[in-house]
């Protein structure tokens, strides 16, 4: 069993900062890449930045240099910090994780990704 609990979703107004974050739990042996995706009203999710194990990020164009995704291992958290918000930012944020969970037979370990709830980002104009 394994969990993704995300919060510190919120309003906001334009050009302000906002910080959400995403805690892993349950049966963890480790977690490799997490990432962050955005869901607008009434369009696809898509994917904004991601964190590999060992430190590495990437950002989607829309938000480099405005967001700043971090982890931290000890708590199995990743945090996406959001400035310069504009209402386009507007929308669901779901965090993904690469989690690699252990059985009880020996080399019974299986890598999935799971999602979280998502949390409500409002940025208003």
């Known amino acids: 069993q394994v969990q993704l609990v995300e919060s510190g979703g919120g309003m906001v107004q334009a050009g302000g900062s906002l910080r959400i974050s995403c805690a892993a739990s349950?049966?963890?042996?480790?977690?490799?890449?997490m990432g962050w995706y955005h869901q607008a009203p009434g369009k696809q999710r898509e994917w904004v930045a991601d964190?590999?194990?060992?430190?590495?990020?990437n950002y989607a164009e829309s938000v480099e240099g405005r967001f700043t995704i971090s982890r931290d291992n000890a708590k199995k958290t990743v945090y996406l910090q959001m400035e310069s918000l504009r209402p386009e930012d507007t929308g669901l944020y779901y965090c993904?994780?690469?989690?690699?969970?252990?059985?009880?037979?020996?080399?019974?370990?299986?890598?999935?990704?799971?999602w979280g709830q998502g949390t409500q980002v409002t940025v208003s104009s």
């Open positions: 964190i590999r194990s060992g430190g590495s990020t």
């Open positions: 993904n994780v690469e989690i690699t969970t252990r059985g009880e037979t020996e080399n019974d370990y299986l890598n999935q990704d799971y």
């Open positions: 349950g049966n963890i042996f480790s977690i490799g890449t």
